[in-house]
C-alpha cells in the first residue's frame, strides 16, 4: 500500500504530467460543482413544482444532477484539452484568444449541439446572462460606450433589470409557449391566478 502510495505521489509531482492531470483535475471540479449546484436547485424544484411518486421525483433530481455535472466535466475537459493544444502548436505560449475558441468547441460540443435538455438550456443562459454584464462593463471600462460621470454604469443595471422583468412579463402574457418550460411552469404558478382575463 504504502509503495503504491508513493507512486501516485511521484506521478502528481513529476512535471511531465502536469498538463494531463490539469485536464483530470478540471474535470473532477467540473463535476464536483454540477453535482453541488443542481441537485440542491433540483430538489426544491421537483419537490414544488412535480407531481409524481417520491421514487419518480428522486429520479428526476438524481437525472438532473447527473446530467448537470456530467456536462460541465465533459466542457472542462474539452476545454483544457483544446487550450493545451493550442499552446502546444504555438511552442508553448498562450495566445490571447485561444481561452476564446477553447470555450467555443467546448461549448458547441457540450451544449451547442443535439437535443438541448433544460439542464443545458439553463446553464448556456446563466452563462449568456453573466457574459451581457460583463461586456456592459467592459464597454464603459475600454470607453466604447461613453460613460460621463459614471452616469452609464450608474443606469445601466435598473435598465437591464427592468427591461428583462418587462419582456418576460410581456412574453408570459402573450406568448407564453416561447418561455422555457420551468419559467413558465413558475410564472403560472405566481401570476395566472391573478392577471384577470381580458
Not at 409557449?177 to 410564472?187: A, E, G, K, N, V
Request: net charge positive; hydrophobic share 45%.
Amino acid at each position: 500500500m504504502e509503495a503504491t502510495r508513493d507512486v501516485i505521489n511521484r506521478l502528481i509531482l513529476d512535471p511531465a504530467y502536469a498538463d494531463i492531470l490539469a485536464v483530470v483535475k478540471a474535470a473532477r471540479n467540473g463535476a464536483v460543482y454540477g453535482a453541488k449546484v443542481r441537485f440542491p436547485h433540483a430538489l426544491v424544484m421537483v419537490f414544488l413544482f412535480r407531481s409524481g411518486t417520491i421514487r419518480e421525483k428522486f429520479k428526476l433530481i438524481f437525472r438532473a444532477t447527473r446530467t448537470h455535472a456530467r456536462n460541465l466535466a465533459k466542457f472542462a475537459t474539452i476545454y483544457k484539452l483544446t487550450c493545451l493544444v493550442l499552446r502546444r502548436l504555438n511552442h508553448g505560449k498562450e495566445r490571447k484568444y485561444d481561452t476564446f475558441f477553447a470555450g467555443l468547441i467546448g461549448g458547441y460540443g457540450v451544449f451547442g449541439r443535439g437535443i438541448q435538455s433544460s439542464v443545458n438550456q439553463q446553464i448556456s443562459i446563466y452563462v449568456f446572462a453573466r457574459v451581457v454584464l460583463a461586456l456592459a462593463k467592459m464597454s464603459t471600462q475600454k470607453h466604447v460606450v461613453p460613460d460621463p460621470n459614471g452616469s452609464t454604469t450608474r443606469n445601466a443595471w435598473p435598465v437591464f433589470a427592468s427591461l428583462s422583468w418587462a419582456f418576460v412579463m410581456y412574453i408570459f402574457r402573450w406568448y407564453p409557449d416561447m418561455l422555457q418550460p420551468s419559467l413558465r411552469s413558475s410564472m403560472k404558478y405566481m401570476y395566472e391566478s391573478t392577471i384577470p382575463p381580458i
